[in-house]
């Protein structure tokens, strides 16, 4: 019988992260996919500036910028000409590493995703599928079905959907999956061609007639695009062809397509599962959350599932913090799936609405306010850290704790780049840390260092300042870089304290399964 850690089920984007960086942190995961290979067509395509933040720690930012496209701007049209222009480098310059939209089509992500996982000896079981499985208090019994036909019973200490919106995992654990379907028809393809909106730019027509959105791809002269089906059209889409959609959008935007390289139509759904765990069953992903298109965060925000529950889960299994650590994972992720689920709807609904005041408002108005509102700095800003989920945080979680300066636990820490230099380079190492920007204590300096706790103190700059942190106060981060304490103080008891009431047990950065009194947090421990 075949045993593991946790039996991940779904090798798309969020279970092909979710293995890899369990495997990081010394945890035996089993990877299944009915598929005989991955993906062949580029389906997601946007990688958001927060997961490329959070990709440096599994050494992968580089290599998805240097192999995809940065976005600089998103262009508005109405009637055949330019109304609108949002420029990302200008806008999100100082905010991240990563001021821009960046493309890199699904494929190619999951490719690089799949030969990072199998250099740490982790490969993907392909033509292999969950038949059924069985909560056992202790363990996960799961009968899955190989490439032979063959069944298989396998135990794991956990189990992850991460199986899509027709999950097995959702439909055994039995929790609902409520939402809609929008009625809409829409059409992808990846082109070749020439015109002015193949610059290498995000352009978007809000016709009165078609919907149409071009996503820029690598390669001069490539692009996604992504269109409504409307009329008698839409009442048979598996029966159409590019030729029966290219028409006045396009001739809008002044495309000339020479070559079409993949044609889709679907329908797009949203729905939030009712729980996204229950007992050892967790759900990531598509299986917990399914969304419109807008905005590019479906595949991001399940990249985000995965590293915020990969962290708990080695934890727990290490025995450095207690079962209910995993509860947390629900508490943070749902609340944001359910919020982005709303936003996304209602961009959707305006940008694809039909009937006279919703053409009115979409050709008439937005084009003159949009350049308007788009003058004010802090609503673009506004609209970058939206968008680039840098503004996600896990505000009143379980997890998070305090405040110092305007830095609450649960916020992502606010990145500061001073000399070519980040206080981002420290969060490379997948564990707890401190931060003190200024000077730390020697009482927390000792209580670090006896507890092999990482320390990194920044020598105080007005940057700091105005990043919103607060000098020599400490920011407790998690192993996936959100604040989960922050104190004005600077002293060590709070940690102890945040520990104490969390049941956690140990910070310590030392491989899992050992231990060697490093980090290890005892209740009588005495502070220095």
């Known amino acids: ?163 899509g919106a027709r999950s097995i995992v959702r439909k055994t654990i039995g929790t609902g999956f409520p939402g809609g379907t929008y009625r809409q028809v829409f059409y992808v393809a990846d082109i070749e061609g020439i015109g002015r909106a193949l610059d290498g730019e995000l352009h978007i027509d809000l016709d009165e007639a078609d919907f149409l959105a071009v996503f820029p791809l690598a390669g001069a002269g490539r692009a996604r695009l992504i269109g409504t089906v409307r009329d008698e059209r839409a009442d048979h889409p598996e029966a159409l062809a590019f030729e029966d959609v290219s028409g006045r959008a396009i001739e809008h935007l002044k495309i000339e397509v020479r070559k079409v390289n993949w044609f889709s139509t679907y329908h797009v759904h949203h729905r939030v599962a009712e729980h996204f765990c229950k007992g050892r069953a967790f759900l990531l992903g598509d299986a917990a959350h399914i969304h419109s298109p807008a905005g590019g965060q479906g595949m991001n925000t399940g990249i985000g599932d995965a590293i915020n529950l990969a962290w708990k889960l080695a934890a727990v299994l290490a025995s450095d913090a207690p079962d209910k650590l995993l509860d947390s994972y629900e508490a943070e992720r749902i609340v944001f799936a359910r919020r982005l689920v709303a936003t996304t709807d209602r961009v959707f609904s305006f940008a694809t609405a039909e009937g006279r005041i919703a053409d009115i408002l979409r050709t008439r108005v937005a084009p003159v306010l949009a350049p308007r509102i788009m003058a004010f700095d802090s609503v673009r800003e506004y609209l970058f850290r939206t968008a680039s989920q840098i503004t996600l ?42 931060h003190v920007y200024g000077s730390a204590s020697a009482a927390l300096t000792a209580w670090c260092a006896e507890r092999a706790l990482p320390l990194h103190v920044f020598a105080w700059q007005p940057a700091h300042e105005a990043a919103g942190l607060a000098r020599n106060a400490l920011y407790l981060l998690r192993p996936d870089t959100y604040v989960a304490l922050a104190d004005a103080t600077g002293a060590p008891e709070t940690i102890e304290g945040y520990c104490a009431d969390r049941g956690i047990i140990s910070l310590s950065s030392s491989p899992r399964g050992r231990r060697s009194g490093g980090g290890v947090l005892m209740p009588n421990d005495k502070i220095p």
Request: glycine share 12%.
């Open 1 to 163: 019988m075949t045993r593991s850690d946790v039996l991940i089920i779904g090798a798309g984007p969020t279970g092909l992260v979710l293995a890899l960086w369990l495997a990081k942190l010394g945890v035996k995961p089993r990877i299944l996919d009915k598929t005989a290979g991955p993906g062949t067509t580029s389906r997601a395509l946007a990688v958001q500036a927060r997961t490329l933040e959070l990709y440096r720690q599994l050494d992968l930012a580089d290599a998805v910028v240097e192999s995809g496209h940065k976005v600089p701007a998103v262009n508005l049209w109405v009637k055949g000409e330019a109304v609108a222009r949002l420029p990302f480098e200008t806008i999100g310059t100082g905010l991240t590493p990563y001021p821009f939209l960046q493309i890199f089509p699904q494929d190619q992500h999951e490719r690089l995703l799949i030969e990072r996982l199998q250099a740490l000896g982790v490969s993907v079981e392909r033509q292999t599928e969950l038949l059924g499985f069985t909560d056992e208090g202790d363990q996960i019994s799961a009968r899955v079905r190989g490439p032979d036909g063959a069944e298989e019973l396998c135990q794991a200490r956990y189990i992850a959907g991460c199986d």
């Open 393 to 434: 945080n896990y505000r009143g979680g379980p997890l998070s704790a305090g405040s110092a300066g305007h830095v609450q636990g649960g916020d992502r820490l606010p990145w500061v780049s001073i000399g070519g230099a980040d206080n981002f380079d420290p969060l490379t190492a997948m564990t707890w840390q401190v």
